[in-house]
């Protein structure tokens, strides 16, 4: 009996010490695969024009805008094109980035590219600046034909990462430039 009971408990320490470790390994994956998807959003935030005909439209677990990119197949390393860009949650895909290059045909089976794992979520909001008056200045939606917003929070949560939230504030540098300036 003793033997079993000392046994026992040295297999439950022992399993308790593996799934321990099986959801450590999995958050850190879903933490990194989180930082990629912050980087490659970033990039395009930072990169986002106002171009006449796209607004730069935002929700809670969306947004589409214009950014500047190098074309693939451009000639010259410098050459560079207008892109349009979505960002979004799909059921059973997770967070999916679409672009297309402006003026090229975009390929019947291009779905987009997925930058987080099925049952991972988005949310965002937007910030104008607020006003005199002491508004925060941030909103669960944003769409403009000639005006950026000046900065995007992003918080990804769910699958690897679920129950933990991440959170990042982007500044898009070009914020409130329009089409007459």
């Known amino acids: 009996l003793i033997m079993g009971t000392v046994g026992s408990v040295v297999i439950a320490c022992f399993m308790g010490g593996v ?3 099986e959801r450590a390994r999995d958050f850190g994956r879903g933490e990194a695969d989180a930082c990629l998807a912050f980087e490659r959003l970033e990039r395009d935030l930072k990169n986002a024009v106002v171009v ?10 969306a947004m589409q805008f214009a950014t ?3 074309s693939p197949e451009a000639v010259a390393k410098d050459e560079i094109a207008v ?12 967070i999916i980035r679409e672009a297309r290059v402006l003026g090229e045909r975009r390929p019947e089976q291009d779905t987009g590219e997925s930058i987080l794992p099925a049952d991972s ?22 769409q403009s034909d000639s005006n950026l917003p000046r900065q995007v929070r992003v918080q990804f ?25």
Not at 85 to 94: A, N, P, S
Not at 157 to 180: F, N
């Open 19 to 21: 799934r321990a470790y």
């Open 52 to 61: 006449p005909g796209i607004q730069f439209e935002g929700s809670l677990s």
């Open 68 to 70: 500047i990119t190098t």
């Open 83 to 94: 892109e349009f860009v979505k960002y979004g949650e799909r059921i059973g895909d997770g």
């Open 121 to 142: 979520a988005m949310r965002l909001a937007y910030y104008d600046g607020g006003d005199a008056h002491g508004e925060s200045g941030w909103s669960d939606a944003w």
């Open 157 to 181: 949560s769910g699958g690897e990462l679920d129950p933990i939230v991440l959170e990042r504030t982007m500044i898009i540098p070009i914020a409130g430039v329009g089409e007459d300036e």
